[in-house]
């Protein structure tokens, strides 16, 4: 992900086909090793091709994907039409998470690592 994102970043300073040294500047600017096998993945998936169109084809496949907050809607209205008997599960199950506050929200795993 971060090739990526490295490469969408210098495509948005105006660099329409990014290639392996500009990834790399990126990356190093922000204390990464790059991996060339992992960067020529992703210039060759991208080379050629509109960062515009692969977002635009990316965000219709998002689209035709089910999104959690449908689920989360019918979870709660089906609470309601049972006049309300699932509230005390959802009491449980927040007690329950506040107990893991206490444990470390990145699980030792960083953006960059």
């Given amino acids: 992900m971060r090739y990526v994102?490295?490469?969408?970043?210098?495509?948005?300073?105006?660099?329409?086909?990014p290639q392996a040294k500009d990834i790399q500047k990126i990356l190093e600017s922000v204390?990464?090793?790059?991996?060339?096998?992992?960067?020529?993945?992703v210039i060759s998936e991208l080379d050629g091709k509109?960062?515009?169109e692969v977002i635009a084809q990316g965000n219709g496949k998002l689209a035709s994907m089910p999104a959690a907050g449908a689920v989360a809607a019918v979870a709660t209205s089906a609470a309601v039409v049972?006049?309300?008997?699932?509230?005390?599960?959802?009491?449980k199950k927040e007690e329950q998470k506040d107990s893991d506050e206490g444990s470390d929200d990145d699980m030792g795993f960083g953006l960059f690592d």
């Fill in 82 to 91: 049972a006049g309300g008997a699932a509230a005390p599960a959802a009491e």
């Fill in 50 to 52: 509109s960062i515009d």
């Fill in 5 to 17: 994102a490295a490469y969408l970043l210098a495509a948005l300073a105006g660099n329409e086909a």
């Fill in 31 to 41: 204390g990464i090793e790059a991996d060339d096998t992992r960067m020529q993945k």
